[in-house]
């Protein structure tokens, strides 16, 4: 990003400026771990549940399910291991909050991780870490050694009797295994394929165990919720998506970078008072708000508060919180190209509607860009898109067909045009 913290900070990030924070002893001086202190062994696990789902606390992977719902499906009465996963592929385009808290607030992450282990009864949790993602890696492995040696991890953590170990896992690049199915299989050796349920991973997860799998965002609210109460949380954001969210804003904004901001700020006004507009002095033409595989919204639609409740109501998603500004020059085709090829291109092939699908909008897109392909193919496009909805192992194909409706509902005029003209009519466009 170029920045070491964000532009704007909360409760989440405030301490992100400082070095020292991402350490140990950085963390303690700022009163990291005392929520664990006071919570483990002492607080009951289900009065954890109990307060989490009280919080409303919505899951920051995407999916926005209800985190202590999830945790509640962990059966009481087990007769081996439990296991965390904290999903750390954070492989969304336009999504880059999750390498933040792992690169400046490590500490943070695995207080979280504590307080959802002792209240789920996980033995081990799990981290899977993005490829790419490596000085986050190395950031949290020398984390997860100094909270070893205090005492933190392990055996006896901080003399509650309560054992719990972190193990960090290296992905290798597949945006399936940020399906939480999918990163349990390869978690476990085999191809990231996401999984038929039932069973699902509260039943059968994790080599065979119960599991709890859950976002780095989610875990990092959890020593704030525990620790400040459920009426402070939900002082923050809307009754229905309380607490704030890490906004990453990228493309042609004048202020790319992150942002934490209560849920259900404006996304008009995260754009233009925030990251400071569109640079070059150029007009807004489209957002995409919640990661690629959100819906588009355009200029004129862009008043709209930044939670699932009111995106929904405009076609469109707060997903991961991928906030992706384009400016008047962009070709929409251009974009849907770009997508199409990216899904194409990490489907892992298990659906047939998934498939096919993604290869099929690749082929007429590809057409379309070119001014190659005839008016009939924009309606065959609309087709694929909408069979590839709702009949699959996982909602990866809905995550392609998503961003090609929006295109389609809000710039069907630009496809028709690309036809008419033969080329792309926008010659300031980026190149494909």
């Not at 394929?193 to 599991?211: E, L, M, V």
């Not at 875990?219 to 309380?242: A, D, M, N, Y």
């Not at 259900?264 to 990251?275: K, M, R, S, V």
Request: net charge negative.
């Amino acid at each position: 990003m170029g920045h070491r913290e964000p532009f704007v900070t909360g409760y989440l990030t405030e301490h992100f400026a400082d070095d020292a924070y991402q350490g140990f002893q950085g963390y303690r001086a700022v009163g990291g771990y005392e929520t664990a202190r006071a919570v483990l062994g002492r607080t009951p696990p289900r009065d954890v549940i109990a307060t989490l789902q009280a919080s409303g606390l919505q899951g920051r992977g995407g999916a926005g399910f209800s985190a202590g719902l999830k945790w509640s499906f962990m059966p009481e009465e087990r007769d081996g291991p439990s296991y965390l996963v904290c999903n750390a592929d954070e492989s969304e385009p336009g999504s880059f909050k999750d390498r933040l808290l792992l690169e400046r607030g490590p500490h943070q992450l695995l207080e979280g991780i504590l307080l959802a282990a002792w209240a789920t009864g996980a033995e081990t949790t799990f981290v899977y870490v993005r490829g790419e993602y490596a000085e986050a890696a190395r950031t949290l492995g020398r984390a997860v050694s100094e909270a070893r040696r205090a005492g933190v991890l392990g055996p006896n953590v901080l003399a509650s009797g309560f054992g719990h170990e972190v193990v960090l896992v290296r992905g290798a690049g597949a945006y399936i295994c940020g399906e939480e199915t999918g990163l349990l299989e390869s978690l476990e050796g085999r191809k990231g394929q996401p999984r038929k349920k039932p069973p699902f991973p509260a039943q059968i997860g994790a080599f065979g165990r119960p599991t709890t799998v859950n976002n780095v965002e989610t875990f990092c609210h959890l020593p704030h919720i525990l620790g400040k109460g459920v009426e402070w949380f939900r002082g923050i954001g809307t009754e229905q998506s309380p607490g704030t969210l890490l906004f990453g804003v990228s493309g042609h904004a004048r202020r790319p970078g992150l942002y934490e901001l209560p849920l259900g700020t404006g996304l008009d006004e995260i754009l233009f008072e925030h990251a400071g507009g569109v640079m070059d002095g150029r007009k807004v033409k489209g957002v995409i708000p919640g990661g690629m595989s959100t819906p588009i919204l355009p200029a004129d639609r862009l008043d709209v508060p930044m939670a699932d409740e009111t995106l929904r109501k405009r076609q469109t998603a707060l997903g991961t919180g991928g906030i992706i500004v384009m400016d008047e020059t962009t070709c929409m085709v251009r974009v849907g190209s770009v997508i199409a090829g990216f899904y194409r291109d990490e489907s892992c092939g298990q659906c047939t509607q998934c498939r096919e699908g993604t290869g099929w909008i690749d082929k007429l897109l590809t057409r379309i860009e070119r001014g190659d392909g005839d008016p009939s193919e924009i309606a065959i496009l609309e087709d694929v898109a909408r069979k590839m909805e709702g009949g699959t192992i996982c909602s990866f194909a809905d995550a392609a067909a998503w961003p090609i409706q929006g295109l389609l509902r809000h710039f069907r005029s630009e496809f028709e045009e690309h036809l008419r003209a033969g080329r792309c009519p926008l010659r300031e466009s980026f190149s494909l």
